[in-house]
């Protein structure tokens, strides 16, 4: 699929090792505390968040292939509890790249959860990274444990895939959020594995008025951002595809549409032309923003949307 030879092509350098690769993927950096017992592990890939249970420690996400040791490194600076389960927010290789790992330095004791659509590609495999096993899949919602080791998962529809699962760990108020929520810009819209520009602000703004008690929100790639960035974010993804349909309809094309955006101040964090620090590798919100219109404007027109993983930013700047 030309779905998996794109995303290969992104992650393949990482193969090797976990560091700064050819690609200019960000290595490992140094395990972070984010409230209660989640803590949050940077680079290599996808965020690996990190819960500590009262037997066993939980991963989200594994990052590339060959991260398990240096995962494990990290998680032992703050507890040595076993890896009893990972849930994998989607599937996408810089977020299960390293599951088999895990799983085999653990001796197999290691339950994979998986929203079903992500299950599915997990276990088809493809590309040079082959399949990953899934023991529980949940359609819609799935809650896992009581009191302090409580985690509920939620599945509200398509966006960067039709598979993104959103993970709450109620008694840290805090949600995992993955990929549909990556670096505070609007997301990556990956058409092979089911997203859909379109289906995104309704999906997101389901999560948004039914998950309940949540101040952090740890985002797919980046940092962990506060409930009032999650709601401005989806306002801006909102608008985004409101501001596409209008145009669209007038004749216009997603560039007009895009000017259109820009002329309201509380969006400029979405249209920011700075480098996000870790994404040196990739484009600024600006460009995304764009490439996220053009992706509606193929939706609307009923084209067969494309995945589009960058544009050019002709005033580019560094953080």
Do not use: C
Request: no cysteine; glycine share 12%; hydrophobic share 40%.
């Amino acid at each position: 699929m030309k779905r998996i030879a794109v995303l290969g092509a992104i992650v393949v350098s990482g193969l090797a090792a976990v560091g700064v690769t050819a690609q200019g993927l960000p290595g490992i950096t140094e395990i972070e505390h984010v409230n209660g017992q989640v803590y949050k592990i940077f680079g290599a890939g996808g965020n690996t968040v990190v819960f500590v249970r009262e037997n066993d420690v939980v991963l989200i996400d594994t990052k590339l292939p060959n991260s398990g040791e240096a995962i494990l490194a990290e998680v032992r600076r703050v507890t040595d509890k076993p890896i009893g389960m990972i849930i994998n927010t989607h599937s996408h290789p810089d977020h299960i790249g390293s599951n088999n790992q895990m799983k085999e330095m653990a001796g197999g004791n290691v339950t994979v959860v998986a929203q079903a659509n992500t299950a599915r590609r997990m276990m088809a495999g493809g590309g040079p990274f082959g399949p990953s096993h899934v023991d529980t899949e949940f359609t819609n919602s799935l809650t896992l444990g009581e009191g302090a080791d409580q985690i509920v998962l939620h599945y509200f529809g398509a966006g960067h895939t039709d598979g993104d699962a959103f993970v709450v760990f109620p008694a840290a108020r805090t949600m995992m959020a993955g990929d549909i929520y990556a670096w505070h810009m609007s997301p990556l819209i990956d058409p092979g594995s089911g997203g859909s520009m379109l289906a995104l602000p309704t999906t997101l703004t389901r999560a948004l008025y039914s998950v309940k008690g949540v101040d952090h929100v740890i985002q797919g790639h980046g940092g962990v951002s506060t409930w009032a960035e999650f709601r401005s974010f989806v306002q801006f993804n909102r608008a985004l595809v409101a501001q596409a349909e209008a145009t669209a309809q007038a004749g216009g094309t997603p560039e007009d549409a895009l000017a259109a955006l820009q002329r309201a101040p509380s969006f400029a964090i979405f249209l920011d032309h700075q480098l996000k620090p870790g994404l040196e590798y990739g484009g600024t919100p600006w460009s995304r923003a764009l490439i996220n219109l053009r992706v509606a404007f193929q939706e609307l027109r009923g084209e067969e949307p494309q995945l589009i993983m960058g544009i050019q930013d002709p005033n580019q700047h560094q953080h």
